[in-house]
């Protein structure tokens, strides 16, 4: 049930899953306002553990404050069975992560997704193909599920890109990545929440 869970996945949750994770809750903050966590629910995990309970990459928090997010509170996470099972959607960095979820939990291969891959399923949508929202909780959730459905039903239908890991590169690299996330979050922001 509400709100519409989205699981960010990278190797370490470090760097790419948590400027998804709080580049997504920024996005749809700016469009729903105070009403946004009653909406979606973002939250990364990284499929390995040597981060655990470790900050975000400190590039990477400059590069997300640099578009308006926080880094605040911020610990990296290893991936569980509860995150996976509670998750509505859940958007990798690379198809070696997507290949984690579907060897560690078979159920979720059906949502889950290169985050990259998803931005552009979610692009080709139009709104005629999904749920009438009045922007309820139980409408963004509603639409949020039939998206996922959608974007799984068309998975051969565009290219799926992955994200290059910026671990240990330059400020450009951290903003190309950035870039790339953001470029990927917002038609899906912009389809859940028409």
Sequence with gaps: MPPFSV??????NICRSPMAERLLALRVSERAGEDAAD???SQSCGIGTWHTGQRMNGPAARELRGRGGSDSGFRARHMSREHVETADVILTATGEQVEYVAAEFPDALA????VRHFGRLAEAMTDDELPDSDGSPEAVYARGLAMVALADARRDTVEALELDDPWGESPEVFRRIGDEID???RPFVVRLLS
């Design 7 to 12: 699981l960010h996945v990278c190797l370490g």
């Design 39 to 41: 909406l979606i629910l």
């Design 111 to 114: 949502r889950t997704f290169l």
């Design 183 to 185: 470029e990927a979050l």
